[in-house]
């Protein structure tokens, strides 16, 4: 069965750093993209950012303070990392990871970031 996992979120100043993993298992196929979503109480599930293929993408709200990276050329497909620093409060949420297997979007449990004093 596939999966896909998150993990390292947690509580953090405002301004500190957080880095969240994304790691698909029990796939022989390689995800064609896979992006990172966040929900906050009471609003949408919104999309953060993504990788497919080498490019990545990111919402306006985290450009300059999230990146998307895999740690090695083997990780394509199957693990992404988010780099999150300069966090604020408002980026209080589940994040999610999506991973798009053979056109089949599969979403992990989420982690929770919190960022408050």
């Known amino acids: 069965q596939v999966q896909v996992v998150e993990s390292g979120g947690g509580l953090v100043q405002p301004g500190g750093s957080l880095r969240l993993s994304c790691a698909i298992s029990g796939s022989i196929w390689s995800a064609n993209a896979m992006s990172w979503y966040r929900q906050a109480p009471g609003k949408e599930r919104e999309f953060v950012g993504g990788?497919?293929?080498?490019?990545?993408?990111?919402?306006d709200s985290v450009k300059g303070r999230f990146t998307i990276s895999r740690d090695n050329a083997r990780d394509i497909g199957k693990k992404l990392n988010l780099q999150m620093n300069s966090l604020k409060p408002e980026d209080t949420a589940v994040y999610y990871c999506?991973?798009?297997?053979?056109?089949?979007?599969?979403w992990g449990q989420g982690t929770q970031v919190t960022v408050s004093s």
């Open positions: 990788m497919t293929g080498g490019a990545t993408k990111y919402a």
């Open positions: 999506n991973a798009l297997i053979r056109g089949v979007g599969i």
